[in-house]
């Protein structure tokens, strides 16, 4: 394991304390864009953090290949990022996948497209990130044509390394070269909001709190 490994590694357990909305304003402050509109937990009360292994889908035509092979070279911690181009017709992941991917540690799917077997997915309480659900198949539609390449979703850019944060909220990417700075934003933004909170709860205003900790700033590209 090399340092650079190691050390996004405890910078992923580092935002597992922070939700996507205090991340996503620190994106914000540096110019950084990381939500992933439309993504949304199929698991509720799901929350991941790790780095994102890509998987690129493209349509079957005279040329048809696998749609889930890549799974067995997925190592524990990591999430699994799939661009099916936001396809909703046919699915990409399932019932079998998730379990596969519970035994083997993985730790969640975000998925550009929908997936299905959301039952037993959800007793298997296995982490799915997607834009919806439906049970056609995407076998002999679509087709695995790239592994670890750079990928879209929701028109977001997601490179393989880089930290995925979701939760109940949606889903974050934080670019692996500028994690170490976004943590770093992202404690500054979640005391001032903290504090914020621990005033109110003593009875102050809350116009008077968010002033008194430039609240309606804390998200400002500077």
Same mark, same amino acid.
């Given at each position: 394991?090399?340092?650079?490994?190691?050390?996004?590694?405890?910078?992923?357990?580092?935002?597992?304390?922070?939700?996507?909305?205090?991340?996503? =304003?620190? +994106?914000? !402050?540096?110019?950084?864009?990381?939500?992933?509109?439309?993504?949304?937990?199929?698991?509720? @009360?799901?929350?991941?953090?790790?780095?994102?292994?890509?998987?690129? #889908?493209?349509?079957?035509? +005279?040329?048809?290949?696998?749609? @889930?092979?890549?799974?067995?070279?997925?190592?524990? @911690?990591?999430?699994?990022?799939?661009?099916?181009?936001?396809?909703?017709?046919?699915?990409?992941?399932?019932?079998?996948?998730? +379990? #596969?991917?519970?035994?083997?540690?993985?730790?969640?799917?975000?998925? =550009?497209?929908?997936?299905?077997?959301?039952?037993?997915?959800?007793?298997?309480? #296995?982490?799915?990130?997607?834009?919806s659900t439906y049970m056609v198949t995407g076998k002999d539609r679509v087709y695995v044509d790239h592994v670890?390449?750079?990928?879209?979703?929701?028109?977001?850019?997601?490179?393989?390394?880089?930290l995925i944060l979701a939760d109940d909220s949606g889903a974050v990417v934080i670019p692996q070269s500028r994690?170490?700075?976004? +943590?770093?934003?992202?404690?500054?933004?979640?005391?001032?909001? =903290?504090?914020? !909170?621990?005033?109110?709860?003593? @009875?102050?205003?809350?116009?008077?709190? !968010? !002033?008194?900790?430039? #609240?309606?700033?804390?998200?400002?590209?500077?």
């Amino acid at each position: 394991m090399s340092e650079h490994t190691a050390s996004l590694q405890e910078l992923a357990a580092a935002f597992q304390a922070f939700d996507t909305a205090a991340v996503s =304003d620190a +994106l914000d !402050r540096l110019g950084l864009r990381g939500g992933l509109l439309g993504i949304h937990a199929v698991v509720p @009360g799901a929350k991941i953090c790790g780095q994102a292994v890509t998987e690129h #889908y493209v349509p079957c035509g +005279l040329k048809k290949d696998n749609v @889930g092979d890549f799974i067995d070279d997925v190592q524990p @911690g990591q999430v699994v990022v799939i661009d099916n181009a936001g396809r909703l017709d046919c699915t990409v992941w399932g019932d079998i996948m998730s +379990l #596969y991917a519970t035994q083997h540690k993985i730790a969640g799917t975000v998925i =550009d497209g929908v997936c299905r077997d959301v039952h037993a997915v959800r007793e298997l309480n #296995y982490p799915i990130f997607t834009k919806s659900t439906y049970m056609v198949t995407g076998k002999d539609r679509v087709y695995v044509d790239h592994v670890n390449v750079p990928v879209s979703v929701s028109g977001v850019q997601i490179l393989p390394g880089d930290l995925i944060l979701a939760d109940d909220s949606g889903a974050v990417v934080i670019p692996q070269s500028r994690a170490e700075e976004v +943590l770093t934003v992202t404690r500054e933004i979640e005391e001032k909001e =903290d504090e914020i !909170r621990k005033r109110v709860l003593a @009875g102050s205003k809350l116009k008077d709190a !968010r !002033r008194e900790l430039g #609240y309606h700033s804390l998200q400002t590209r500077r």
